[in-house]
């Protein structure tokens, strides 16, 4: 017989255990919110922190990674800023306190605290399964965040920002969006970070694209060099329905994001775009699953890494095909730039077909800059700097360009170029 002991805690879990209990008076929930919360800080805490032995963490072991966790500020000074389109709609959570005042027209929006002080939320915060450590923290700390509706046949006339400012301490989030059948938006989700001490930042948007919906969410991550973000982004998508996700990592200490999406309509099509930029001895993490489970959608994915100095990157991307799922065609690309001996980028894509009748493909590739294009730069009198900044830019913004909003273009080649401006 052998005997198995569970290993101690970390100095991480223990702080977050001891937060749940001197938080609990405080968090919002009426019964059911509280059960569900308490359900789930008993599996995070059962189960502890996800390490490598975790398949959907090998690449990212938490448990090592966060080492510390910073008190809940209630106080924490944090201000909302301009918008990042000129002339778009902003809702703010400023300091974890989200303000649903101002909605443009067309859309319903409360906020995610009176969800849970109903009770409504409870149903919300169950955990994707076993290895979601995001979904169990989320849930057991989630404060306020924005409900959200946008009711059938509408259009947004402007971009929608969904600001996200952080100060110093804790911040936990969540976004239930619906976008009802044949409506048209752009949204950006953007985090910012207002403090240098660093912060730990959860944030889970669950969004419902129904039948004939177009819509184009923009995820933009900027967090502060000490901070932790984990975030994670659900969807299904409705039959003809349009769905274009675009991430931008551009900031943080320790950056996990999922993505998970269910394709549940013929006729749909999804495409993802990200760019992730690291430097330092930052890590960063972008994991990605999809489900086809009806006949006839597609479904695109480019992923393009930028890693300098010590940083670390991780690309898992997963793409199942349903039995049922015949005339699918899903492709995904991952290509990476590592421009420094000791930096490192891990890519897992996978494929999982169960239907005959499909065209799909993967790839991954990591490469340095062609030194041949550096000196073509160099000849003309480009400095080295410079030269080096210029074919970056063009490895990611040719997904950038994809985009038809020039303002927008614009706003996120600009996030870009400042990143590289810091670290090129």
Not at 79 to 86: F, Q, T, Y
Not at 283 to 293: A, I, K, M, S, V
Request: one cysteine or more; proline letters at 3%; a negative charge.
């Amino acid at each position: 017989m052998t005997a198995h002991t569970a290993s101690p805690m970390t100095a991480a879990e223990t702080a977050l255990m001891d937060a749940y209990t001197q938080q609990l008076g405080d968090l919002p929930g009426d019964g059911a919110v509280l059960s569900a919360r308490d359900t789930l800080i008993s599996e995070l805490k059962a189960s502890g922190l996800p390490t490598r032995r975790v398949e959907a963490w090998h690449y990212t072991d938490l448990r090592a990674l966060l080492r510390s966790i910073p008190a809940f500020d209630a106080t924490a000074f944090a201000r909302g800023v301009e918008p990042l389109v000129a002339g778009s709609a902003v809702l703010r959570v400023v300091g974890g306190h989200a303000d649903g005042s101002n909605a443009p027209e067309g859309l319903t929006v409360t906020t995610y605290a009176q969800s849970l002080l109903s009770g409504t939320a409870a149903g919300d915060l169950a955990a994707r399964g076993d290895d979601d450590a995001i979904g169990q923290l989320n849930g057991s700390f989630v404060r306020d965040g924005l409900e959200i509706s946008l009711a059938d046949d509408s259009a947004l006339a402007q971009p929608l920002e969904l600001q996200l400012v952080q100060g110093a301490g804790q911040s936990h989030l969540r976004f239930p969006v619906t976008f009802g059948m044949r409506s048209r938006a752009t949204v950006i989700e953007r985090h910012l970070s207002q403090s240098e001490t660093g912060a730990l930042v959860s944030s889970v948007s669950d969004l419902i694209i129904e039948d004939g919906a177009d819509v184009t969410w923009i995820l933009v991550q900027e967090q502060g060099a000490a901070d932790t973000h984990l975030g994670q982004l659900n969807f299904e998508l409705g039959a003809d329905a349009q769905f274009r996700l675009f991430v931008i990592n551009a900031g943080g200490k320790l950056v996990r994001q999922e993505v998970h999406g269910v394709v549940n309509g013929e006729g749909s099509d999804f495409k993802l775009r990200a760019v992730n930029l690291m430097g330092g001895e930052s890590h960063t993490d972008l994991t990605f699953t999809l489900g086809h489970d009806v006949p006839n959608t597609t479904s695109t994915e480019i992923i393009r890494n930028v890693v300098f100095d010590r940083a670390r990157g991780v690309f898992q991307g997963q793409i199942r095909v349903a039995q049922d799922a015949q005339k699918t065609d899903a492709k995904m690309a991952c290509n990476t730039l590592l421009l420094s001996d000791e930096a490192d980028f891990s890519a897992k894509p996978e494929l999982e077909i169960f239907a005959d009748d499909v065209q799909c493909g993967h790839g991954a590739t990591v490469i340095d800059l062609n030194p041949t294009h550096l000196y073509y730069l160099q000849a003309r009198g480009i400095p080295e700097k410079r030269a080096r900044q210029m074919l970056i830019n063009a490895f990611v913004d040719e997904v950038v360009e994809e985009l038809e909003e020039e303002a927008l273009v614009a706003a996120l080649e600009g996030i870009i170029e400042g990143w590289l401006d810091s670290h090129a």
